[in-house]
């Protein structure tokens, strides 16, 4: 591995703060209860479609809603700069949407599978064409499977803390070590942070211990956990480059993947990333920072956001306020370091010539041309 280059870029501290803890406002949104083939889902629009640019449409984690997991992000000041040129749609899972009514006695809670065969209906009641996903946890599994189902219909995948395997060893190990098994309040935290982060961030795991408590149905949110519990395996295959690239079973759109390095999360979203195209995957591992990096580190995933978005030929230049005068092309990660291995491990490139230039950007006068020599899939670890 290459010696690390450290490049500045600006502290963004996270907005968690006593005058604001719990403040998950929506603005400017319209909300929508929307018929599908298995149940009606709440669905809270921000914006119109513009043009033929795709919408970007979030799903969250269990225990949290759209505004719990994803307003932290959207209401920070430059990811706005990036979603004036989108509509953006947030979807709630079935019961999870601030105050829901319980579900009747005996009532099934739609699949994992069954939760993914509800988006078609959203978009098209939306009259939407595409969309670019943003997930979380299992609104990340969700988002994975409905791209794997309609290929055409996404764009692009930013999937924070996604595990593509079926609920296994792992799950198992953690729910024991974890010590927070007496409850399903207890579970839910465990899931979303680590054992450090439980302990040593007080004003966060407080924030959201009583969001989870206080404001998600509990009946309706043991019905989610229970279908995120029983989720089956992805099934899907890292590609070889010149030989099964069109018959293998993987994500065939860009794909972003991030997560915190104390997070949970962590040995999951590895395995996801070792199963996807190396020329179309990128894992963003993010310093000092767990399980809701979205919440967290709003700042430094809405530059990242930015770089993914432009690499798919979109908002070709943004001006992110905490950069001053400079764009996000010009700005650097805490540190990149480039890994010249393919292992199942490595993290790797998008597949994009725009992408690389502004992935190469970031290293400022490094050594980058090495990467451009080098035969087969190029491989780059990411951390910020």
Partial sequence: MDELQDVQLTEIKPLLT??????????????????????????????????????????????????????????????????QHFAVVHVDAPGQQEGAPPFPTGYRYPTMDELAEMLPSVMTQLKVNSMIGIGVGAGAYILSRFALNNPTLVEGLVLINVDPCAEGWIDWAASKLSGWTSNLVDIVMSHHFSADELTDNQELIQTYRLHIAQDINQDNLALFCGSYQYRRDLEIERPVVGLNEDTVNTLTCPALLVVGDTSP?????????????????????MADCGGLPQVVQPGKLAEAFKYFVQGMGYIPYVLLSHLSNESVPSAGMTRLARSRTTSSSSITSMDSSRSRNNLNSLLEGSATGALDNQAGPQTMEVSC
């Fill in 265 to 285: 999360a962590v040995e999951a979203v590895v395995e996801c990333n070792s199963r996807l195209n190396p020329t179309k995957t990128t894992l963003l591992k």
């Fill in 18 to 83: 006593n005058k604001n803890a719990r403040n998950f406002q929506d603005f400017d949104c319209q909300e929508h209860d929307i018929e599908t083939p298995h149940g009606v889902l709440h669905v809270t629009m921000r914006g119109v479609p513009k043009g033929n640019r795709p919408v970007i449409l979030t799903y969250h984690d269990i225990g949290l809603n759209h505004k719990s997991c994803f307003n932290t992000l959207f209401n920070y000041e430059d990811m706005q700069e990036i979603t």
